[in-house]
């Protein structure tokens, strides 16, 4: 049974940083792709950037290269999003996601979500 399970988001100033984590299980990734999404209320969940787990290819929503990053480390079968230069837009709930056979920014082509965990960005 695959399991992913965000951490690492909490409350932060405008400016500042946040690293979420994703801790992926229960089946070997190895040709999976591996997402970020973000969603606010009443808004549909948005594409931040994902990660092919064995080529370790990224693919970054455009308004976001630059100030996120994506990563993995195979070895703790973790996947990171590292999150710089904040701004209260940035708020949201963060999902980690894993599809088959490659990475996608559509949100309907991915198999399993982790719970989400929130990110809140004050000015």
């Known amino acids: 049974q695959v399991q992913l399970v965000e951490s690492g988001g909490g409350l932060v100033q405008a400016g500042g940083s946040l690293r979420l984590s994703c801790a992926a299980s229960?089946?070997?990734?190895?040709?999976?792709?591996m997402g970020w999404f973000r969603q606010t209320p009443g808004k549909e969940r948005e594409f931040v950037a994902a990660?092919?787990?064995?080529?370790?290819?990224?693919y970054y929503a455009d308004s976001l290269k630059g100030r996120f990053t994506i990563s993995r480390d195979s070895a703790k079968n973790t996947v990171y999003l590292q999150m710089n230069s904040l701004i209260p837009e940035d708020t949201a709930v963060y999902y980690c996601?894993?599809?088959?056979?490659?990475?996608?920014?559509?949100?309907?082509?991915?198999?399993?979500w982790g719970q989400g965990t929130q990110v809140t960005v004050s000015s």
């Open positions: 996601a894993a599809k088959s056979n490659g990475r996608s920014r559509y949100a309907n082509e991915y198999d399993y």
């Open positions: 229960g089946r070997t990734f190895r040709n999976y792709g």
């Open positions: 990660i092919h787990w064995s080529a370790g290819s990224t």
